[in-house]
């Protein structure tokens, strides 16, 4: 099956630092990914939508600024948590949807656990 | 957006099928039914989705009900691994995104 890498799987940083997690897609293309964040006992939130070569889609509530995030390729995206504060600590989660066959469904990353201090 | 209400967890004993019931009475009729789940501290795991007909596949079977407002997912021999939240989605039509709901905790026992 198709393979989301996503790196590093834990972070622990000092507030006021930036966190980059990457998103690679290593087998297929990628024209959109989606970052999630999940809370302890609680499902995922979609945090915004990135397509390649354009400006990423923020869901409501989502500071755009605060979370950036790039699509420079079809099978990479990040997402940079600028000025992390200790409420940012939380499991982010990517996934990408294959360019050929995106009606089979999303293939997510492992995850990334962010801990700020 | 179609939403999906599923029973917040399930205990099923290992060996035995699990069943896990999943309501989408607003679906509309281009809208998928997806199945993943999620093992403690990991991403999710795509499992099956259909639209209309009945599916299999090497982990799971998906039935839809007829008027496709609910569907089952069915883990024939559930094993201690097959512990896990199970979310069902419906896809959104637009940009393909997938809202998770609460899902189901289902616990696999010995």
């Known amino acids: 099956g198709a393979v989301v890498s996503q790196h590093p799987s834990r972070v622990i940083c000092k507030s006021g630092t930036s966190v980059k997690i990457e998103c690679r897609s290593l087998?297929?293309?990628?024209?959109?990914m989606f970052w999630y964040r999940q809370f302890p006992k609680q499902s995922l939130m979609l945090m915004a939508t990135?397509?390649?070569?354009?400006?990423?889609?923020?869901e409501q509530g989502v500071e755009k600024d605060k979370f950036l995030i790039n699509h420079a390729s079809l099978t990479l995206s990040t997402l940079t948590v600028t000025s992390a504060h200790p409420e940012d600590s939380s499991f982010y989660i990517c996934?990408?949807?294959?360019?050929?066959?995106?009606?089979?469904?999303?293939?997510f990353g492992s995850g990334t656990q962010l801990s700020v201090l | 957006d179609a939403k999906t209400t599923q029973p917040p967890s399930m205990d099923c004993a290992e060996g035995r099928a699990a069943n896990l019931p999943c309501n989408h009475s607003?679906?509309?009729?281009?809208?998928?039914v997806y199945w993943y789940r999620q093992i403690h501290s990991q991403g999710p795991q795509y499992i099956i989705h259909?639209?209309?007909n009945n599916e299999t596949n090497e982990m799971a079977s998906l039935i839809i009900t007829e008027d496709r407002k609910s569907s089952t997912l069915i883990l024939p021999h559930a094993t201690l691994r097959d512990t896990a939240v199970y979310y069902c989605?419906?896809?959104?039509?637009?940009?393909?995104?997938?809202?998770f709901g609460q899902g189901t905790e289902l616990s696999v026992k010995p």
């Open positions: 259909g639209l209309k």
């Open positions: 607003t679906i509309s009729g281009n809208e998928y």
């Open positions: 996934s990408a949807r294959d360019r050929i066959s995106h009606e089979v469904g999303l293939f």
């Open positions: 087998d297929f293309q990628a024209t959109t």
């Open positions: 989605i419906v896809r959104v039509p637009q940009g393909g995104k997938l809202i």
């Open positions: 990135s397509n390649e070569g354009s400006k990423a889609t923020y």
